[in-house]
């Protein structure tokens, strides 16, 4: 009779109870670090933000106890990333449309969706490597070596998988009825496309491209030999084809000097990366969820 | 019917418009073929600059540890094992770590809410760029850690990999950090193929009496293993790859040890220390340790590709 009851000390049970017990330990050490690692950078990072901060070069390291801001490296990230998204998305959408609408199955577009995971897993530093290759080196641009232009390229590599694939996946979403509809009633197919079929699909293609941009942002590897760093203020169209400073770069060069004044600055710049790129982050993923319409698989 | 049949007749499209449609479709393809272009583009690059070393060394540079711009010797052996070494570790950390937490996630131990929060932390941690965890590693974890090395090195310095004495940055600290940075990728993998396991498996097995972990351990996990397996290679590749964070915290040494509490290198991290002021055949060296770190990516790459596809689930 006993053997309808719960019973603690049977063999399963203390199993299940130890690997349960397991579980958890698991969760802890790993979601405890990552509690204590965003805290840190924002506390710490949040303690040095200071008006000059966003107006100031940043002083070359030295001995003077003042680092001065961080301006130069912000706008340098805002233009590095503008230029990588002029060139990424573009190109992605429009690939992206290819293969979601025009392909049909066949080898090509395989090989072109193959292509895409593939260059998604290339490592960072690669796609920098490539673009010292192909451009720093050669002096393609007019002459100039480091320039944030270079840097806006290589981080358009890494974009790029990003677009293609939000952009394939948001517009196979779209319900082939509406194609139909449009098609119908004679509109062409760029039409059906460019009027229908992309602008339903535009909520998720946009969270993906968005989410895209913020991680490409904050992305240090590609930028350490395209767009160098500099510590002065942009000022011109000009600055483009020289080198330029970005968030990232400087948190990496300020990181590994001596000097207390730039280790501050360091975090206060990782302040602003880290808290920008997790708002954005989680901006997208509530609109996301407000939109959710049947879940996909 | 005079009427209908010009009706008919102008039911062709405008010549324009039909060029427009055309002209659409071939920009949509060739945009698309820009991935293919790049990728290509980027393997014979990083390969045809790698050419000179490559015919100078040959495969003695994969083996030997010499790296000298003076006497243009040239050998990434150290970094070679250092990039497989620290990725393989924080993979072994990572994934008992990651899967348990899945686990944890996908169960109901912890109402809903929870588990949510849990779960999308988790992901969001995955979008905190890696130089921000190389700082956090250099003026945090490192502090916190050199304790816990002293006394490894105290008590374990007979095993090799603690022989060294612990001084400031070295490999142990770059697998940790690796692993921080590995945990959202496999733990959010994790989760989705398990969610994806139907219900009907686990009820079949509660059905038949299996307790709660005897069908985690014989039914889902094996269902959710191929998904798993594909979040723990890219996952590896990522580490391989992985080179601001790294870069930060391994202390960048060339010199060879087994030790783990000794300065190390990786390829990217060679990469990223030499690749500004380098010249000569240092250049072509750097480009041949760039393409074997490709080369290491893209196989893990692939295979989680194929692997996908051949065992992917058939409920």
Redesign the interface.
């Known amino acids: 009779m006993n053997s309808l009851y719960y019973q603690k000390r049977l063999s ?2 203390i ?2 109870k130890f ?2 017990s ?6 802890l ?3 405890l ?3 204590f ?2 805290t ?2 924002l506390y710490k990072g949040g303690s040095q933000i200071t008006p000059e901060l966003f107006t100031l070069e940043p002083n070359p390291p030295g001995d003077d106890l003042d680092a001065g801001g961080i301006n130069p490296a912000l706008i340098g990230t805002l233009i590095i990333t503008s230029i990588a998204s002029i060139i990424a998305i ?3 959408v ?6 979601a ?3 049909k199955g066949g080898a090509f ?1 395989k ?2 969706r ?6 998604a ?10 673009i ?3 451009i720093v ?1 050669t002096k393609i641009l007019f002459g100039s070596m480091y320039s944030g232009l270079a840097g806006g390229m290589a981080l358009s ?1 890494l974009m ?2 990003t677009v ?1 694939k939000t952009t394939d996946e948001g517009l196979k979403l779209v319900p082939n009825e509406l194609r139909y509809a449009s098609l119908g009633v004679g509109a ?3 039409t059906t ?1 460019l009027k229908v079929t992309l602008p339903s699909a535009f909520r998720s293609i946009a969270t993906g491209v968005v ?1 895209g941009i ?2 490409a ?5 590609p930028l ?2 395209t767009a ?1 760093f500099s510590y002065y203020y942009i000022t011109g169209f000009g600055d483009l084809f020289y080198e330029m400073g970005s968030l ?1 770069v400087l ?2 060069n300020f ?2 000097e001596p000097y207390d004044a730039q ?1 501050k600055l ?2 206060a710049a ?1 302040f602003i ?2 808290l920008s ?2 708002s954005v ?2 901006f997208s ?1 509530i609109l996301a969820a407000f939109n959710e319409k049947p879940k996909r ?1 | 019917m005079e009427e209908k049949l010009t009706l008919f007749k102008n039911r062709k ?1 405008f010549g324009i ?2 060029n ?2 055309i002209i ?2 071939n ?10 272009i ?2 290509l ?2 393997i014979l ?2 390969f045809f ?1 790698s050419f000179e070393s490559f015919s100078r060394y040959g495969l003695k540079f994969l083996v030997t540890s010499e790296w000298n711009p003076v006497k243009d010797e040239y050998g990434a052996f150290t970094a070679i094992y250092g990039t497989l070494v620290t990725s393989f570790l924080s993979l072994l950390i990572t994934i ?6 899945a ?3 996908t ?1 109901d ?1 912890v109402p809903k809410v929870f588990r949510e929060i ?1 779960g ?3 992901e ?2 995955a ?10 590693a ?3 974890m490192e502090p916190f850690f050199r304790v816990f090395f002293v006394f490894l090195h105290n008590f374990f310095g007979w095993i090799p990999i603690f022989s060294t004495e612990p001084t400031g940055r070295n490999s142990l600290l770059a697998i940790l950090i690796l692993v ?1 940075m590995l ?1 959202p990728i496999v ?1 959010s993998i994790a989760r989705d193929s398990l969610n ?1 396991v139907p219900k009907k498996l686990r009820n079949a097995a509660y059905g038949i009496g299996a ?4 069908t ?1 351990f014989s039914v889902i996990l094996p269902a959710a293993l191929s998904g798993i397996m594909a979040g723990v290679l ?1 996952a590896l ?2 580490a ?5 964070a790294v870069t ?1 915290i391994i202390g960048n040494s060339n010199a060879f040890s087994w030790s783990l509490l000794s300065p190390g290198y990786t390829i ?1 991290s060679m ?2 220390n030499q ?2 002021e380098a010249d000569g055949s240092q ?1 072509s060296s ?2 041949y340790a ?1 393409f074997v ?2 080369t290491l ?2 196989v ?3 295979f ?2 194929w692997l996908v596809k051949k065992f992917s689930l058939k409920y």
């Open positions: 399963r049970n199993g299940d690997f349960t397991l579980s958890v330990i698991c969760a050490i790993a979601i670090p990552l509690i690692l965003v840190y950078i573009p190109i992605g429009g690939g992206g449309i290819y293969l609408e025009y392909s577009s090989f072109i193959f292509g895409v995971n593939v260059l897993g290339v490592p960072s530093i690669i796609a920098g490597v490539f010292y290759a192909l080196s590599i790029l998988p293609i062409s197919m760029y496309i989410l913020a991680r942002a904050g992305e240090t590897a350490i030999f160098l990232a948190i990496y990181a590994l280790n360091a975090w990782s990366l880290v790129i997790l982050n989680i993923r698989v | 499209r418009e039909k427009i449609d659409f479709k920009t949509a393809l060739v945009l698309s073929s820009f991935v293919a790049i990728l583009g980027i690059v990083v600059q008992p770590l990651g899967v348990g937490t686990i944890f996630i169960e131990f849990i999308s932390f988790v969001l941690l979008a905190i760029p890696s130089v921000v965890l190389g700082l956090w250099i003026f945090v921080v945990l733990t994806q307790s709660r972990w005897k985690i890219l590749g990522r391989m790859g992985e080179t601001m930060m990217s990469l990223a690749f500004g250049v750097l480009f760039a770190l490709m990516s893209l893990v790459n692939i989680a590709q």
